[in-house]
């Protein structure tokens, strides 16, 4: 336990020890006949009994700053924080920024050192202050407001978010307008929960001007103007999500045919998903279309996902299939395609619908920020057997 911090410590407290030991050898003696100081003979006593943290906090003690042991301490701080003991991370970077000897690079940099013992502790307010600090120290800039993007992100606070989005995007020179678009996403979200549709539109509608093609924005605004009525504009937005990310697809099936409906344009949506199903393939179009058939006559239904899974084989056309299937059957027959109904309903039942493309996380819901990585835009619908 500990070998890392001690293997560190080692070489600089018996030095540091030294020479404190010559320093102070015209007042008193402070080290044994031998040239070793006490307290590194009693640090290495504290090992060989297997106390392993009694001899770091002795050695650290020992350790004082100075030009020669500054990268030491924040050697040592950064390694106390990756191991989780943020504490002594702290404590080592408070004492390092107490120091008048520092020179400006080297208080910086324990400045930036400190700030992530502060996000790690979930100290957020402190990070903040000491990051917005370092924003002008040339250096640390460019990391230190990666650093604010996470805090304001983790606050919810989307106008600084922006703000400081717009300022990276400067500094680095890499575009950051779908991750403001993102943010202003969020923005037309807390408008819409306060009942101010006209602001969240508007929010939307920056959103697409930082991002043509955010998917989440059209998705929003479809809904929107859904709600209020607006089915000529809404069943706009929803359509410009095919040409944003094809892949999303999926998400506007359903409205839609909805809208279509709502505008009495019901055989338009018949040949506009014929058209998707062709253009994108999918099982969500398929049974969608499938289900229009079924209206008039079931066997058609049958015989449609029946061609399509000839050459996609699908869980979930398989279990429309059987569900189709049952309204024809009776019996022993019935019976059985109901067992394998409830075989299929499980199997669907403990797959995930969405799946992030950058670490893997899966579930249920369309998250726009992976809970997992916490990028955004990296949840898709999941695709083959198992999904579309």
Not at 45 to 61: C, G, Q, S, T, V
Not at 356 to 376: D, E, I, M, V, Y
């Amino acid at each position: 336990m500990g070998l890392e911090i001690l293997f560190l410590l080692l070489p600089a407290a018996a030095i540091s020890g030294w020479w404190i030991g010559r320093r102070g050898s015209h007042e008193e003696p402070t080290t044994t006949t031998g040239g070793i100081p006490p307290d590194y003979l009693k640090g290495l006593n504290y090992l060989l009994n297997e106390e392993p943290d009694k001899a770091i906090a002795l050695f650290i003690e020992m350790l004082e700053v100075n030009r020669d042991t500054v990268e030491t301490h924040l050697a040592l701080g950064s390694l106390f924080r990756r191991r989780g003991e943020v504490d002594r991370a702290i404590r080592i970077h408070q004492n390092l920024i107490a120091r008048p000897t520092l020179n400006h690079a080297q208080r910086a940099h324990a400045l930036f050192e400190l700030g992530q013992d502060y996000m790690r502790a979930g100290l957020l307010d402190r990070a903040e202050a000491l990051f917005n600090e370092l924003i002008d120290s040339g250096p640390h800039t460019e990391a230190a407001l990666r650093y604010l993007l996470g805090i304001y992100e983790q606050e919810r606070d989307w106008h600084k978010a922006i703000e400081t989005a717009r300022k990276l995007e400067t500094r680095s020179g890499k575009p950051r307008g779908a991750r403001i678009a993102q943010y202003y996403c969020e923005l037309a979200e807390q408008e819409h929960r306060q009942g101010e549709t006209v602001r969240a539109l508007r929010m939307l509608r920056r959103a697409l001007a930082e991002d043509r093609n955010c998917v989440r924005a059209s998705l929003l605004e479809g809904r929107l103007e859904q709600e209020r009525g607006d089915y000529k504009d809404a069943l706009r937005a929803y359509r410009r999500v095919e040409h944003q990310d094809p892949e999303y697809v999926p998400e506007i099936i359903e409205p839609v045919q909805t809208c279509l409906h709502q505008l009495r344009r019901d055989e338009e949506a018949r040949a506009w998903l014929h058209e998707i199903q062709a253009r994108h393939g999918g099982i969500s179009a398929v049974l969608a279309a499938a289900e229009i058939l079924a209206r008039d006559d079931t066997q058609a239904a049958i015989d449609y996902i029946i061609d399509y899974l000839k050459r996609r084989p699908s869980v979930r056309g398989m279990d429309h299939l059987i569900g189709l299937s049952m309204e024809r059957s009776h019996g022993a027959a019935r019976d059985n395609l109901k067992l394998l109904k409830d075989i299929t309903d499980l199997l669907l039942e403990d797959k995930p619908i969405y799946t992030c493309r950058s670490c893997g996380f899966a579930g249920k819901t369309l998250h726009w920020q992976c809970p997992g990585c916490r990028k955004w835009n990296t949840i898709k619908p999941v695709h083959g057997v198992e999904g579309e």
